[in-house]
């Protein structure tokens, strides 16, 4: 999902963290240290500045959240362009004749149970990104904010769940449950968690079945969950985006 950017006089910088290369978009000013971090993976497919204008559309809108909070969004360290995919990246390769076969015999299963071969990779490289964040800002996980769109939003899951520490918030857009067994058993041991879940009805990538799944899980385990479903497709709506911005504000101090 490639997000169009709005012109704004908003920083970007693209350093190498962690192994990959992570665009970070804040408007602090001179050595100011952010109060909060936002981290966002994208999903299978997308360039890695894909949600960049997640990031400048909230730091032009929401004086607020510019003044106080830093975005990073790491590329995944896969490159798909042999793959057919020019300029595309993932946080692991994808079965896509496996994922279509499930698609048309509605038998999810197998995306459901097993854990992707390249998890523990991709594991490694956000990983890498947040034990930055920790050690060049001085923000701890539970000041961080983590999340994702599609493929990613499974990567920030699997963090969140796995954390010695909880993040302040998981994002998932359009995500689903994999690696059922080990997720349920952090989650078991997770207490408290703020998750954000938008999924389409729609979706025809990852089905809305399989939302539901994810749902049941959170509330299973007692987290604290937004989940905002909606008409469309394999996207990120505009009322989660906004719901987000209010997520953050709340989280830098700021009460209207």
Request: net charge negative; aromatic share 10%; hydrophobic share 40%.
């Amino acid at each position: 999902m490639e997000l169009v950017s709005p012109e704004s006089p908003k920083m970007y910088d693209v350093e190498k963290i962690g192994g990959v290369d992570c665009t970070i978009v804040d408007d602090l000013q001179g050595n100011e240290r952010p109060k909060l971090a936002v981290v966002m993976a994208h999903g299978f497919g997308a360039s890695g500045s894909d949600l960049v204008s997640i990031g400048t559309s909230m730091l032009r809108d929401y004086p607020h959240i510019a003044e106080t909070t830093r975005f990073y969004f790491p590329a995944a360290p896969i490159d798909l362009t042999k793959a057919g995919i020019p300029g595309g990246r993932a946080w692991w390769t994808l079965d896509v004749d496996a994922l279509m076969r499930a698609n048309q015999s509605r038998n999810y299963d197998a995306l459901r149970i097993e854990e992707p071969k390249g998890l523990p990779a991709a594991r490694e490289a956000i990983d890498g990104v947040i034990n930055y964040i920790q050690g060049h800002d001085g923000i701890p996980v539970p000041r961080m904010v983590v999340g994702g769109f599609s493929q990613g939003a499974m990567l920030a899951t699997d963090f969140a769940l796995r954390s010695s520490e909880a993040p302040a918030e998981l994002v998932v857009f359009s995500g689903t449950l994999t690696n059922e067994k080990n997720w349920r058993e952090f989650a078991a041991k997770r207490g408290k968690l703020k998750v954000l879940q938008s999924h389409g009805y729609q979706d025809p990538v990852l089905p809305f079945v399989a939302a539901t799944w994810l749902k049941e899980m959170f509330e299973e385990f007692k987290f604290d969950l937004d989940f905002m479903p909606y008409q469309g497709f394999h996207g990120i709506p505009q009322s989660a985006l906004t719901t987000l911005a209010e997520h953050l504000k709340k989280l830098v101090g700021w009460n209207e």
